[in-house]
C-alpha cells in the first residue's frame, strides 16, 4: 500500500488527486465559497513542494500524505475567514451540481432518469435523500426490511447508470 | 470483487451522518481508494440531483393518473348503449336537483366557530407534523394531520417576517426550491397552517411551530 517517496511521479498525482482534494475542499468549505479553486491549487502546489523537497519519505501512503495536507490547509482557511468574518464560511451539505453547465447538463438528464424509475425505487429515493429519513425510517414507512432499503438504493443506481449510458 | 468495507459508509458521509473519528477514517480512506472514491462521485451525483430537483422528480404525474384512468372511462362508456346513457342522465339530473335543490331547505345552520382576536379557531384542532423539532437541513415538506374531505388549508412560513405563504388541499406541501435555499444553518423559523372550509370559513388554525436548521459542527 505505502508508496516510495522515490517512486512518486509528480504529473499522476496531480492526474489523479486533483479531483480528490476538489472533492474534499468542497465538501468542506461549500462549493459556492468563491475560494475553493484557490485553495486547491495551494494544496496541489503544497504538495509539489513538499515531495521535491523529499519531506515525503513514504511513511504513510502518498493518499494519507495528501490528506493530511488538504486536512491542514482547510483548517487554515477556515479559521483565516473566521478571523476576518467572524464567523467561518457555511459549508454547503454537498457540491452544487450547477457550478458550470457540464454538470448542470449532467444533473438534469440525471433527474430525468430518476424520474422514470419504477415507483418502488423512487420511493425509496425520495424518502432517504430528499427527506433524509435514516434507513430504518425508511424500512418501516415502506414496510420493508433495512437491508431492502439498501438493496433498492443500489439497485436504482445501477439502473440509473444504464439509464444513463445508452 | 469483495465489497470495500468503507463503502457502506458512502452516504453517511454525504449525508453528514458521519462525525469526528469515523469520518476522518473515511476521508483518509477515499483518498487512497480509487474505487470507493468513484463510487462516491456517482453517488453525490445522485444525491445532488434529488436534492435540487426532488420537487420536479417526485411531483406526481398527472399523465399517470389519466393513463389509469382512460381505459377505465372507456370500459364504463361502451357498458350502455345511448338509450340506457339517456336514462341514466335523467335519473342523474333528478338526483342533482334533490340533492342541491331540496335537501339545503332542510339543512341545519352551519356549524359556528368562536374566534378570538388572533383567529383562534376553538371547535377544531389542527395538529402540524412535521417538522416540529430542530432539522439538519432546510425540510423537503411541511405535513400537518388532515382534516378530511374539501377542506383547504392555508401554510405560512415565517423568519423574521413572513417569508412564504401557500395554500393546498393536501395535508402536505412541498417546500420550493428556491425558498428552500434561502433557509440556511442557523436560521429560526416557525410555521402556521389554517384550514378553510369549502365556502372558504376559516375552520381551525393550527399552533405556530418553531424550529431551527442547526448550525453545521
Known sequence: ?166 | MKKCPFESQIDDYLLNRLEGGDKEAFEEHYFNCQRCFRLMEERNELISAVKTRGAWIFEPEPDAEKKVLLPTFEKVFSYFTPRQWATVAAAAAVLLVAVFGVLPRFKGAPPQFVLSESEVVRGASLTLMSPVIDTAVAPAYFEWKSLGEDVEYKLSLYNSGLIWTATTRENRISIPEEIRANMTAGQKFAWQVRAYSSRGTLIAVSSRVEFQIKPAE
Open chain 1, 1 to 166: 500500500m505505502e508508496q516510495k517517496a522515490s517512486a512518486v511521479d509528480l504529473d499522476e498525482i496531480v492526474l489523479r488527486y486533483r479531483p480528490v482534494v476538489s472533492f474534499k475542499v468542497k465538501k468542506s468549505l461549500g462549493s459556492q465559497t468563491p475560494d475553493w479553486e484557490d485553495v486547491v491549487n495551494e494544496i496541489i502546489t503544497q504538495v509539489i513542494e513538499k515531495v521535491q523537497n523529499g519531506e515525503f519519505r513514504g511513511e504513510s501512503s502518498i493518499g494519507t500524505f495528501i490528506y493530511t495536507i488538504t486536512s491542514r490547509r482547510i483548517i487554515d482557511f477556515i479559521r483565516q475567514k473566521t478571523r476576518v468574518l467572524k464567523e467561518a464560511p457555511e459549508p454547503a451539505p454537498w457540491p452544487d451540481p450547477c457550478e458550470d453547465a457540464e454538470a448542470r447538463e449532467r444533473s438534469r438528464i440525471l433527474a430525468e432518469a430518476i424520474k422514470r424509475l419504477k415507483p418502488k425505487f423512487k420511493e425509496v429515493l425520495e424518502l432517504y435523500y430528499y427527506q433524509e429519513l435514516s434507513r430504518n425510517e425508511v424500512a418501516e414507512r415502506l414496510g420493508i426490511s433495512p437491508r431492502r432499503v439498501s438493496e433498492r438504493i443500489n439497485y436504482a443506481q445501477k439502473l440509473l447508470r444504464k439509464m444513463i449510458k445508452k
